[in-house]
């Protein structure tokens, strides 16, 4: 998506800047690990096809990507590209995709025109960087980013309203299951083919979590400068 390209966000936890070229090369380094692959059920990619998948997301309706940084170290109201987040300060990235809404009417499997689902997805590299909040703290700057930028996501994408989140996750990803479910997901369903569950919950239901307020008012926007 284009709506993101000029904006960093800033929280306590970590800092969030959109996917640019100068972060392919290591994120190709991530996604060469036959872990990472596995857990974000991806397949390798040469690193001219991982500068063309960047572009191609960049432009993208239907995608809206952050690079996962460590939290700036001081208050700033502008962040020039490939310094807060030069390769040694990348610790991942968030995704945000949006499908046609499906209902759960088993007998007539309608799609309802406008509706739109989205799908997170976050992902921490290194296991030194894991089980410190840091992917918690993407997954609720994410969110608060969408509530406040809904109307314009929704005007790229061209849909009316957003009915709900999902994630797919690795049955054994323990953590990732741990992370969602405190944010309120549930499950849906068994674990499918692919060794994979998914959780769900509906977008007004994010809104009364007790957590939204906490982390809305330490959510801050930065200008984003390459």
């Known amino acids: 998506m284009k709506i993101n390209q000029n904006t960093a966000i800033s929280t306590s936890k970590a800092l969030l800047v959109p996917y640019e070229a100068h972060h392919v090369k290591q994120y190709h380094v991530w996604m060469q690990d036959p872990d990472i692959q596995e857990a974000t059920a991806s397949e390798p990619?040469?690193?001219?096809?991982?500068?063309?998948?960047?572009?191609?997301?960049?432009?993208?309706?239907?995608?809206?990507?952050?690079?996962?940084?460590?939290?700036?170290?001081?208050?700033?109201?502008?962040?020039?590209?490939?310094?807060?987040?030069?390769?040694?300060?990348?610790?991942?990235?968030?995704?945000?995709?949006?499908?046609?809404?499906?209902?759960?009417?088993?007998?007539?499997?309608?799609?309802?025109?406008?509706?739109?689902?989205?799908?997170?997805?976050?992902m921490i590299a290194s296991p030194s960087h894991r089980g410190q909040g840091l992917g918690q703290a993407a997954v609720c700057a994410m969110l608060v980013y969408i509530q406040k930028h809904l109307d314009g996501i929704l005007s790229e994408y061209g849909a009316k309203e957003l009915k709900g989140l999902m994630v797919k996750i690795k049955e054994g990803n323990k953590g990732s299951r741990a992370l969602f479910e405190k944010l309120g997901f549930?499950?849906?369903?068994?674990?499918?083919?692919?060794?994979?569950?998914?959780?769900?919950?509906?977008?007004?239901?994010?809104?009364?979590?007790?957590?939204?307020?906490?982390?809305?008012?330490?959510?801050?926007?930065?200008?984003?400068?390459?």
């Open 45 to 122: 990619m040469t690193l001219d096809e991982e500068y063309e998948n960047q572009q191609s997301w960049r432009t993208s309706s239907d995608k809206l990507t952050f690079i996962v940084c460590a939290p700036l170290t001081e208050d700033v109201s502008l962040v020039k590209a490939s310094t807060a987040d030069a390769d040694p300060l990348m610790r991942g990235d968030i995704n945000f995709f949006l499908y046609p809404f499906e209902s759960d009417d088993e007998d007539t499997e309608t799609v309802t025109e406008g509706w739109v689902t989205g799908e997170v997805d976050v």
């Open 186 to 226: 549930v499950q849906k369903g068994e674990v499918n083919y692919f060794g994979e569950i998914l959780m769900t919950i509906e977008w007004n239901e994010i809104l009364r979590r007790d957590w939204w307020k906490r982390e809305e008012a330490e959510f801050e926007e930065v200008t984003y400068e390459l």
